[in-house]
């Protein structure tokens, strides 16, 4: 795993919308869950020609989201890994039109993403065994001020900062799973 560091804030409107097309963001899930790949292979997994990956994945190391691995690459063969950064995004209030656009469509591509997961693990789950059990799912209503709903927000990203650090190399029976966090005002 990349060392993470501190977060970075994502305001390049050009960078949101590299991180905000379909397939990039294929290539980084794929990136995230399988670890390194050539453009090759790649292509072949996703159903693409080796040219889009290629470019695509030019792309997204123009942007930091992607780099090279060189020390698995022989001869023209290219090795990327996805880096694992803690990406952060300025107050909508502080986003000028484009970049706001840029972020609503990758919020839209990670909602969609996210149902699609969620309907394949419903799909699955009784061909699981004990890990069909581990939805673990909460709901809730906090009464927040703006500054405490950040404070919430900052030790939520700690806790996940602890687990990621602790599971790096993951353990034998260890398996991907998927966290996601989403806090809004309730608004009728």
Do not use: C, K
Request: glycine share 6%; proline share 6%.
């Amino acid at each position: 795993m990349v060392d993470q560091g501190e977060p970075r804030e994502l305001t390049d409107p050009a960078a949101l919308r590299a991180l905000g097309h379909p397939l990039r963001q294929a290539i980084l899930r794929r990136l995230r869950r399988t670890g390194p790949a050539t453009s090759t292979s790649l292509a072949r997994e996703l159903g693409e020609n080796t040219g889009a990956t290629s470019y695509h994945l030019r792309q997204l190391a123009e942007h930091g989201f992607v780099e090279e691995v060189p020390e698995r690459g022989r001869g023209r063969e290219r090795w990327w890994q996805a880096r694992s950064e803690d990406l952060r995004f300025p107050p909508r209030s502080r986003m000028s039109e484009e970049v706001r656009a840029a972020f609503d469509e990758l919020g839209r591509l990670n909602v969609a993403d996210d149902v699609a997961a969620f309907a394949r693990f419903q799909r699955r789950r009784d061909d699981l065994g004990e890990w069909g059990d581990a939805l673990l799912f909460a709901r809730g209503a906090l009464h927040l001020t703006a500054p405490e709903l950040r404070r919430f927000w900052e030790d939520y990203m700690a806790l996940y900062e602890r687990y990621a650090r602790a599971t790096d190399p993951p353990g034998e029976d260890a398996r991907r799973v998927l966290v996601r966090f989403v806090a809004f005002p309730d608004v009728e």
